[in-house]
């Protein structure tokens, strides 16, 4: 049990998550099934009040953009991508291509789809807005939660 790392668990509609928090960042939130070893005691700190409210506001088309301090702990290329992410508007969506290019490179569509599968902060880091050229693409949560991401977020064409 890592003891420098707080717990929190939260009931979305898209089940059951866990966030993360390390000293003032959240570094975690994925679905409680995703977390692997033995959590440390669940507590309630500020921050993760505000991430249950922000989540909140999120699935009930209040909230477009997560104000939450992360950090996600991945370095190089997929460090860039993920945070270039969240400049991706809700509502809209980029492929692995278009975001490889904004990142100066054009060609590491793989790289961008292969950082998009080890986001440890889902839906916060919108990976989900990143679409492959022609279909809609994966997503490390499954195409079912990706479809519901779209729909709440009202994007077409998938």
């Known amino acids: 049990m890592n003891t420098d790392i707080l717990s929190?668990?939260?009931?979305t509609p898209l089940g059951?998550?866990?966030a993360l928090q390390k000293e003032?960042?959240?570094?975690?939130?994925l679905p409680?099934?995703?977390?692997?070893?033995?959590?440390s005691k669940e507590v309630v700190t500020p921050l993760f009040k505000e991430l249950h409210a922000q989540m909140d506001a999120y699935f009930l088309?209040?909230?477009k953009r997560f104000d939450l301090p992360?950090?996600?702990?991945?370095r190089g290329f997929s460090g860039q991508v993920l945070d270039y992410l969240?400049?991706?508007?809700?509502?809209?969506?980029?492929?692995?291509?278009?975001?490889a290019a904004k990142l100066g490179a054009p060609m590491a569509f793989r790289a961008v789809g292969n950082a998009c599968s080890k986001n440890p902060i889902c839906?916060?880091?919108p990976c989900h807005r990143v679409v492959a050229k022609s279909h809609i693409g994966g997503y490390a949560l499954g195409l079912e939660v990706k479809h519901k991401l779209f729909a709440l977020e009202g994007i077409r064409g998938f």
């Open 86 to 99: 969240s400049q991706i508007e809700y509502g809209d969506s980029l492929s692995y291509g278009e975001v």
């Open 16 to 18: 059951e998550f866990v």
């Open 61 to 63: 088309h209040r909230l």
């Open 32 to 39: 409680s099934n995703y977390i692997k070893g033995e959590l």
């Open 24 to 29: 003032e960042y959240i570094t975690g939130f």
């Open 123 to 125: 839906i916060i880091i």
């Open 8 to 11: 929190y668990r939260l009931s």
């Open 70 to 74: 992360l950090w996600h702990g991945v």
